[in-house]
Nanobody, 121 residues
Framework: QVQLVESGGGLVQAGDSLTLSCAAS????????MGWFRQAPGKEREFVAA???????VYADSVKGRFTISRDNAKNTVYLQMNSLKPEDTAVYYC???????????????WGQGTQVTVSS
């Protein structure tokens, strides 16, 4: 069955870096767009970044220039490199997969369970 398993979350200080990974299985990874979303307590899940099947990347304005999404089709894994982290980046981070890229949370068919990122000031 389809599985998306995030890892790499943790507690860091403001200004630190962190890299999240999402290992995919159960579908043809290279045929899917991959997205990262996050959800802070009391807030809706929001788009962070996405990478298309062809490797085109898209970012939310709030993370542009600080976060980098990448994919390794040989390893069926998508990454989110997060630099210059801020307390407002604190959230549960989810990866998602669907055939087509979108910023809309409703547009993704497959979801991981999430990994917590906490940034202290």
């Amino acid at each position: 069955q389809v599985q998306l398993v995030e890892s790499g979350g943790g507690l860091v200080q403001a200004g630190d870096s962190l890299t999240l990974s999402c290992a995919a299985s159960g579908f043809t990874f290279s045929n899917y767009a991959m997205g990262w979303f996050r959800q802070a307590p009391g807030k809706e899940r929001e788009f962070v970044a996405a990478i298309t099947r062809g490797g085109v990347t898209v970012y939310a304005d709030s993370v542009k220039g600080r976060f980098t999404i990448s994919r390794d089709n040989a390893k069926n894994t998508v990454y989110l490199q997060m630099n210059s982290l801020k307390p407002e980046d604190t959230a549960v981070y989810y990866c998602a997969a669907d055939f087509s890229y979108t910023r809309n949370v409703l547009g993704y068919k497959y979801w991981g369970q999430g990994t917590q990122v906490t940034v202290s000031s």
